[in-house]
C-alpha cells in the first residue's frame, strides 16, 4: 500500500493493492508511521571479527612475528644505551684528570717551596690541589687511583732543590713521573694522574685506564 498527504487539502489518502485510493484514519497513519524500521537500525554495525579461521591464524602469526623481532632488536639497544651512559661517564672522567693534570701543574710551579718546611710538604701540598682539582675523579678509593706529582731538577742538589717525586702519599728522592725530554738545567713540575673506569656495553665490559700528563716550567720566585 502507497500512502501520501495532500498538502492542499491537509488530508492523508492511501493507495491499495488493487489501485483504490481512499483515506486514511489517525490511527492507521499513526500505525504506518511507527511500522517504518531505519534502515541503520534495521543493519547495525557488528563488531570486526575474522571472517575465517585463516584469517584468524594470520593475525596471530602477525603477532608472533612481532614479538619475534623485538626479542632480537631489545638486546641491541640494551647495549647501545649502556655502551653510550658507560662511553659517557669516562669521556667525564678523562676530562677532569686534564684539568686536575694542568691546574695542578700550574699551580705548583708558581708555588715557592719555601713556603714549606721541606720538599715532601710542598708535593703533599700540590698532591692535594691535583686531587682536588678532579672533582671527585681521584677520590680516595678509586679503582686503579695513581697520583704522581715530582719536582724535576737535575742539576740540583740540595734537599730542598733536586728532583723528588710523590706518588699516592709515598715521597722518592731522585725520581720523576715520566720522561719529558726536558734540560737538566730545567726545574719543572710533573703531574701524572691515572684511574680505572668500567666500560659496560651489557655483554661487553672491560676496565679501561684513564691517564693525563701535565709539565710546567718552575718559574717561582725564590723557587729554591
Known sequence: MTWGKDRGAGQTWAVNAEGGI???SSSAIALSSSARVDP???HPKAPHRPTSDRQLYVEMS????????M????PLLLMLLFGIVSTGVAYNHQLSLTHAAREAGRWGATLPVTNYASMDAWLAAVEERSVQSATGSLAPGTPGLYVCIAYVYPNGVSTTDQTSRIVNGTVTTGAT???DGRPDDERRVQVH???DVDFNALVFQRALTLDSEGVNRFEAALGF
Request: proline share 0%; glycine share 8%.
Open 62 to 69: 602477525d603477532r608472533g612475528a612481532a614479538l619475534i623481532e
Open 193 to 195: 694522574v691515572m684511574r
Open 40 to 42: 541503520q537500525q534495521e
Open 71 to 74: 626479542a632480537l632488536v631489545l
Open 177 to 179: 713521573c715520566f720522561a
Open 22 to 24: 481512499g483515506r486514511l
